[in-house]
C-alpha cells in the first residue's frame, strides 16, 4: 500500500528556533494535512492544503506556523520560533480528493523543544 | 463548533470479554473514522462510516453509526491481547478537517 513519509522522525530543536519538517505525500494526491498529538492527549488539526494554498486552519495555527509545497512533491510545515509548548507529535496526512473515504497518516514527526 | 466526545476514557477488559466505546459528536458531518493508534506509532485507519445505520465489520471489531443521534460505537468481541491501543473517532467536519475525540485507552489482559 502507498505510504506518507515523513522526516526526521525526530527533531530536538532549542526554544527560539525555527523548525521544518517534511512530509512526502502519496503521489496522486491533492488534499494534504498537518495534525499534532501532545503526549497522552487527542490529535488536533492544525491545517489543511489543497491547489497552493491553505484551505483551513486551526487557532493552534498562528503566525508562528506555515506551509508549503515547494516542489511539487514535499509538503513542509515550518515552525519559525518554537517554544515549549510546541513539543509533540505532528502527524502529515493526504488524501487524493475531498470527502475521499480514506485519510493516509504518515508516521509522524516527534518534536521535542528544550 | 464541531465536538466530539468519547468515553469510555480508559478500559481495562478480560480476554474473551465483549465492550462497547461510544463516540457523540455535536453537528451533522457526512463521515465518522475509527483509527487504532499503538503506542508510539502512526493512526491506522480501521473503518469509515458514510451513511445512517452504516455497520462495518472487520475481525473483532465491529463499529456503527447513527446519524440522528449522532452516535457511533465501537464494539469489540471476544477481546484477545492483540487489540490493546488506544482507540480515536474522528469526524470529518468543515474543509474535511477531522476533529478527533480524546481517545478510549483499551488494554486487554489475561
Known amino acids: 500500500e502507498p505510504e506518507v513519509t515523513q522526516t526526521p522522525s525526530h527533531q530536538v530543536t532549542q526554544m527560539g528556533q525555527e523548525v521544518i519538517l517534511r512530509c512526502v505525500p502519496i503521489?496522486?494526491?491533492?488534499?494534504f494535512y498537518w495534525y499534532r498529538q501532545i503526549l497522552g492527549q487527542k490529535v488536533e488539526f492544525l491545517v489543511s492544503f489543497y491547489n497552493n494554498e491553505i484551505s483551513e486552519k486551526s487557532e493552534i495555527f498562528d503566525d508562528q506556523f506555515s506551509v508549503e509545497r515547494p516542489d511539487g512533491s514535499n509538503f513542509t510545515l515550518k515552525i519559525r520560533s518554537t517554544k515549549l509548548e510546541d513539543s509533540a507529535m505532528y502527524f502529515c496526512a493526504s488524501s487524493w480528493d475531498r470527502g475521499a473515504e480514506k485519510l493516509f497518516f504518515g508516521s509522524g514527526t516527534q518534536l521535542s523543544v528544550l | 463548533e464541531l465536538k466530539v466526545e468519547q468515553n469510555p476514557l480508559f478500559l481495562s477488559m478480560q480476554e474473551g470479554k465483549n465492550y462497547t466505546i461510544y463516540c457523540n459528536y455535536s453537528t451533522t458531518s457526512d463521515r465518522l473514522y475509527w483509527y487504532r493508534q499503538d503506542p508510539g506509532k502512526s493512526l491506522e485507519s480501521l473503518f469509515v462510516?458514510?451513511?445512517?445505520?452504516a455497520v462495518k465489520q472487520e475481525g473483532r471489531l465491529m463499529a456503527s453509526l447513527d446519524t440522528k443521534a449522532r452516535l457511533s460505537t465501537l464494539h469489540i468481541t471476544a477481546a484477545v491481547h492483540d487489540l490493546s491501543a488506544t482507540y480515536f473517532c474522528?469526524?470529518?467536519?468543515?474543509?474535511?478537517?477531522?476533529?478527533f475525540g480524546t481517545g478510549t485507552r483499551l488494554q486487554v489482559f489475561p
Open positions: 462510516l458514510l451513511s445512517n445505520g
Open positions: 474522528a469526524v470529518a467536519g468543515k474543509a474535511d478537517k477531522l476533529i
Open positions: 503521489s496522486n494526491h491533492l488534499y
